[in-house]
T-cell receptor, first 112, second 115 residues
C-alpha cells in the first residue's frame, strides 16, 4: 500500500525557532511536494523536488527552504518561524507523468 | 497558466439526496483533472482522475465526474449522499511539461450532510 508519512501530526514552536518538517515516501517516486493549507485558501505549493538534491520554488517559497538528500525523504525548513506560518503542512509525492499525487496525513504547526 | 474554480465554499445536502460539487478549470493544454477528499485532520485522498480516456470517470465511494471540454468543467456527483460523505473536497488540474508534474488546486468545497 502506498505510504507517505510525516514526522509529526501536531507541532508547537516559538517565534524565531528553526523548524524541521520531515516527509518520507515508500513508493520510489521522483517528485515530492510541500503545500500549506489555510482555510479559504486551499492548498498552496511551497516547494517541490523532482530529483535528489534538486528543488524548485512553488507559489509561496518565502520564509521556507527544503532539503532532499535521499530520494525517499523531503524536508521543509522554516529558518525562523513566524506566527503567520501557523498552518497545516501537507507533503505529497508522485511518480509517473500525469499521475496523481499521494498525500501524507499533514502536520498542524502552531507558532506562538 | 492553469486555474481551478470551485463554486461554493460550502454545500449542504440532505442524506439520500444528490450531491453536486462544481469545478471549472482553465488550462492552456489538454488537462488532466483530479478530485480529492479530505476528512477532518487527515491528508488528501484521491477520489478519481481524468486523463483523456472516458469523459465519465467513476471513483471510489460511489462518486463520479464528467469532463466537459466545451464547458471547461469537471463536476463531481453522487446519486445519494451518506453521512460519511461529509468532508472537504478539492478539484485539481494537472500540468506537465516542466521538470515535474504539478497540480493547481481549487479552494475546496466543504460538504455538509443533513440528517
Amino acid at each position: 500500500d502506498v505510504k507517505v508519512t510525516q514526522s509529526s501530526r501536531y507541532l508547537v514552536k516559538r517565534t524565531g525557532e528553526k523548524v524541521f518538517l520531515e516527509c518520507v515516501q515508500d513508493m520510489d517516486h521522483e517528485n515530492m511536494f510541500w503545500y500549506r493549507q489555510d482555510p479559504g485558501l486551499g492548498l498552496r505549493l511551497i516547494y517541490f523536488s523532482y530529483d535528489v538534491k534538486m528543488k524548485e520554488k512553488g507559489d509561496i517559497p518565502e520564509g521556507y527552504s527544503v532539503s532532499r538528500e535521499k530520494k525517499e525523504r523531503f524536508s521543509l525548513i522554516l529558518e525562523s518561524a513566524s506566527t503567520n506560518q501557523t498552518s497545516m503542512y501537507l507533503c505529497a509525492s508522485s511518480g509517473p507523468p500525469r499521475g496523481e499525487q499521494y498525500f501524507g496525513p499533514g502536520t498542524r504547526l502552531t507558532v506562538t | 497558466a492553469q486555474s481551478v474554480t470551485q463554486l461554493g465554499s460550502h454545500v449542504s445536502v440532505s442524506e439520500g439526496a444528490l450531491v453536486l460539487l462544481r469545478c471549472n478549470y482553465s488550462s492552456s493544454v489538454p488537462p488532466y483533472l483530479f478530485w480529492y477528499v479530505q476528512y477532518p485532520n487527515q491528508g488528501l485522498q484521491l477520489l478519481l482522475k481524468y486523463t483523456s480516456a472516458a469523459t465519465l470517470v467513476k471513483g471510489i465511494n460511489g462518486f463520479e465526474a464528467e469532463f466537459k471540454k466545451s464547458e471547461t468543467s469537471f463536476h463531481l456527483t453522487k446519486p445519494s449522499a451518506h453521512m460519511s460523505d461529509a468532508a472537504e473536497y478539492f478539484c485539481a488540474v494537472g500540468h506537465s511539461g516542466g521538470v515535474a508534474d504539478g497540480l493547481t488546486f481549487g479552494k475546496g468545497t466543504h460538504l455538509i450532510i443533513q440528517p
